[in-house]
């Protein structure tokens, strides 16, 4: 099995790259940039399995068309330093079929992106209001055998803390946190083994109760802490600022 990584990268004004050349590399699609006058096309690019633009309910329809987003999305940056989009590049093992992929980054990214998203805009000034996501222990390393699980998790943490820092930077009222479990007993497991019936006290060394995840929950929504993990070493529940490095932009 090939050694995965997962990677965020920014596109930038500054350094002579283009949204649009970047949606056309990645799409395999031959589009036309307004910005420069050029036509964008990557003729070795082959193999593309599958493409898609989610938007969300409120965005313009017409935004659906690859070509017209990515150059209103250049077009709304207006300084030689902008940054016009970010790139996540996520390695999947080719050993995984390729359904079980999708449903994977469709669950832990894009679905927890868009939710994430759209209730931060109704909720940014209410007071009180808190984004717990879900995430895993698993999103601060990289597990044998759930490589494209632990990497779905890397987004899920990198996502939140990245908008609980921006929301704080910004003023806003609402909060986002993270809550990081380790093996807990719940019936996930029986789904994704298959399986009618599983001893945890046989087969699982360390793990949590249900019970016991749902009062670290507690502890985090009481909080100010924007992490709440599971420390794989002791397996005590900790609180915590961010684990990822923030890089602010200058105001």
């Not at 209001?129 to 759930?146: L, P």
């Not at 924007?226 to 420390?231: A, C, R, S």
Request: aromatic letters at 12%; glycine letters at 4%.
């Amino acid at each position: 099995m090939p050694c995965p990584h997962f990677d965020v990268k920014i596109i930038q004004r500054s350094k002579r790259q283009s949204a649009v050349a970047s949606a056309a590399y990645q799409s395999g699609e031959r589009l036309f940039s307004q910005y420069d006058q050029k036509q964008k096309y990557y003729s070795h690019k082959s193999e593309i399995v599958h493409t898609e633009i989610l938007l969300p309910p409120h965005a313009p329809p017409e935004y659906a068309d690859r070509n017209t987003l990515w150059n209103a999305a250049e077009a709304a940056e207006k300084q030689w330093n902008s940054q016009l989009a970010r790139r996540f590049v996520l390695a999947i093992p080719r050993e995984l079929p390729r359904s079980q992929c999708a449903d994977l980054i469709r669950v832990n990214m894009e679905a927890l992106a868009i939710l994430s998203t759209l209730f931060a805009k109704d909720h940014l000034m209410t007071e009180g209001a808190q984004i717990i996501n879900v995430s895993s222990i698993g999103g601060y390393f990289i597990g044998e055998r759930g490589v494209i699980y632990t990497s779905t998790k890397f987004f899920v943490n990198a996502f939140t803390e990245g908008l609980a820092q921006e929301l704080i930077r910004s003023g806003a009222k609402l909060r986002a946190k993270v809550l990081a479990p380790a093996e807990t007993e719940t019936e996930f497991k029986l789904h994704y083994l298959g399986i009618n019936e599983f001893d945890y006290q046989t087969n699982i060394p360390k793990y949590h109760t249900a019970r016991q995840m749902a009062g670290f929950l507690m502890e985090l929504y009481d909080s100010d802490s924007i992490v709440g993990k599971v420390n794989r070493d002791t397996y005590e529940f900790e609180l915590r600022g961010p684990v990822y490095p923030f890089m602010a932009v200058p105001k």
